[in-house]
């Protein structure tokens, strides 16, 4: 159990450092993953721990940064959610396939949000987790069709999640002030 724990804090704080660019793309990126090649379970660890992480180390700064109280409610949901989740997603990796390997750190995204305040940072925080959720149903979806039981059935039941996640952000994306960018 030390062991499992020691992954998964490893994990989480490499993949923090390191997932900023997941983030960054998927909140610009609209090429959707019908176009691409099915992923190996291994790239869905490695994206799912990254973008995870990401989710994580985002919301913790909206609840710091935040203006809005509604947008404080809707970072500490999904910063309990995904730290949930990626402490179910590392022990699945750790159990059932080799260690995630992470990609060199981007973290323009996170820079961009630490540059912003008020209803600036609002706005953006609700579009990054649009953008990102939109992306990680992609991922997700796609492996809901993995050979891998178990991978299969972790994310079916993260979808939902994720969805319910999106909805809530597009719902503060929709809030937001008048006379907002």
């Not at 999640?161 to 952000?169: D, P, V």
Request: hydrophobic share 40%; glycine share 4%.
């Amino acid at each position: 159990m030390k062991r499992l724990s020691f992954i998964f804090a490893a994990t989480c704080l490499v993949s923090a450092s390191m997932a900023g660019n997941a983030w960054a793309q998927a909140a610009t990126s609209g090429q959707s993953s019908a176009t691409q090649s099915p992923l190996s379970d291994q790239e869905f660890f490695t994206r799912a721990s990254r973008d995870g992480a990401m989710e994580v180390q985002i919301s913790q700064l909206a609840v710091r940064k935040a203006s809005s109280p509604r947008t404080r409610a809707l970072a500490q949901q999904l910063l309990d959610d995904h730290a949930a989740a990626n402490k179910e997603l590392a022990a699945l990796a750790a159990n059932e396939h080799e260690p995630v390997v992470q990609k060199a750190p981007d973290s323009a995204l996170m820079e961009r949000l630490q540059s912003l305040n008020g209803d600036e940072f609002d706005k953006a925080y609700a579009s990054a987790m649009i953008g990102g959720h939109q992306k990680a149903i992609e991922l997700f979806d796609d492996a809901t069709h993995s050979n891998d039981p178990n991978v299969r059935a972790f994310a079916s039941k993260t979808l939902p999640t994720l969805r319910h996640h999106l909805q809530m952000a597009r719902a503060m994306d929709t809030h937001a002030p008048l006379g907002t960018p």
